[in-house]
Structure formats: structure tokens, C-alpha cells
């Protein structure tokens, strides 16, 4: 399924005739654009899937190293490796503070600023694992052409635009938005296994 078929699949079940396409620029057609653009950032948000992990290395020694522009969030488990061994992360300001007056033989990872801190400094090239912003193909965190693919699962992209368009609209949408927090459920559930 590409982005043409997400926003004709909107249309038919929102009602709307005609022939949708991501360069019309009506209002009504933006409107549905911006709702399924939405519902697509949600959706990548809300879970690990498993097509928008990234990686990247972080030099021998460094204590500092600027994290990517698609950067979304470090992945649960497993983000940083060094020489064999896990970083773990710190998330308190004041727990890093704490491990930059008193360094420890554990490795620790801090996010600041736009970058990942290391501390101590890495004994070897690391290994930093993370979820990209990034859910259209391409290096896209929209769609913007009827040709995209997704990288989330595009049967919810349609879902959540459907409510999220009734839901602007004023129209009744409780019931669509609790079938589209289920199907969610189902589709994390099955992208865990990929």
C-alpha cells in the first residue's frame, strides 16, 4: 500500500468524492493531509517498530557525540555498546552531575542538547541504537507524495486519519478512535515479532 492509496482509503471512508491526491492543494484536501501527516507521527511515536531503528557510531574516546538529525528517542534496551558492554542511561541532570565528579567503571549515557554524553569516555567505537523520527521512505517524517511508502503499518495511518478527521470536523469519532487504539495494540503486538 503506498501514500495514494492511505488518503484514497480516508476519502472513501470519510465520504468524500473525487480523486485525492498529496499535491492538492484545497483547503478540505489539506486539512486531510495534515490529519493523516498527524495520525503518522503518533503512530511512530507510540511504539519500537521495528523499521525505524537506526544506528550510528560514536568515536574511540569521545564523551560527547551529536545525535542524528532523524533522531526520535533511544531504544529500550541495547542503545549503547561499547567494547562489548551495555551504557546504560541516566536520565537525571543531577545523576550525571554526580557521575562527572565521580567517574565510574560502568559506562553511562546522558541525552543533552542535541547529543549523547558518554561517561566515561568510550574505551572503543560504540554502537548507538535508536528509533528515527522518520516514518515515510525516503528520510521523510511526513508524506508528501501520493508514491511514498510507509514504514509504519499503513492500515493504521488510514485509521487514524479517519478519526482524527471526524474528530475536526465535530463529527462522532469516540468509537473509531477506540478501534484504531486497538488495532495499534495488534499491530505492536505483531511488529514485536517481526
Do not use: C
Request: aromatic share 10%; no cysteine.
Amino acid at each position: 500500500m503506498s501514500a495514494q492509496d492511505v488518503i484514497e482509503q480516508v476519502y472513501k471512508e470519510i465520504g468524500l468524492s473525487g480523486t485525492p491526491t498529496f499535491s492538492d492543494t484545497s483547503y478540505e484536501a489539506q486539512q486531510i493531509i495534515n490529519e493523516i501527516n498527524e495520525g503518522g507521527r503518533d503512530i511512530a511515536s507510540r511504539a519500537e517498530w521495528s523499521k525505524l531503528f537506526g544506528t550510528f557510531t560514536a568515536a574511540l574516546a569521545a564523551t560527547s557525540q551529536p545525535l542524528p538529525d532523524d533522531f526520535q528517542e533511544m531504544a529500550d534496551s541495547g542503545t549503547v555498546i561499547a567494547a562489548g558492554a551495555a551504557y546504560r542511561p541516566v536520565t537525571a541532570p543531577e545523576a550525571w552531575a554526580f557521575l562527572g565528579r565521580s567517574p565510574s567503571a560502568t559506562g553511562y549515557y546522558h541525552l543533552r542538547g542535541g547529543n549523547i554524553l558518554f561517561s566515561p569516555a568510550l574505551p572503543a567505537e560504540a554502537t548507538v541504537t535508536y528509533l528515527s523520527k522518520n516514518w515515510v521512505a525516503g528520510g521523510k517524517s511526513k508524506i508528501t507524495d501520493n508514491g511514498d511508502a510507509l514504514l509504519i503499518p499503513e492500515r493504521l495511518v488510514t485509521r487514524a486519519g479517519v478519526w482524527r478527521w471526524n474528530r475536526l470536523k465535530g463529527f462522532a469519532y469516540d468509537d473509531l478512535a477506540a478501534e484504531f487504539e486497538a488495532d495499534l495494540e495488534t499491530y505492536i503486538t505483531a511488529d514485536r515479532g517481526a
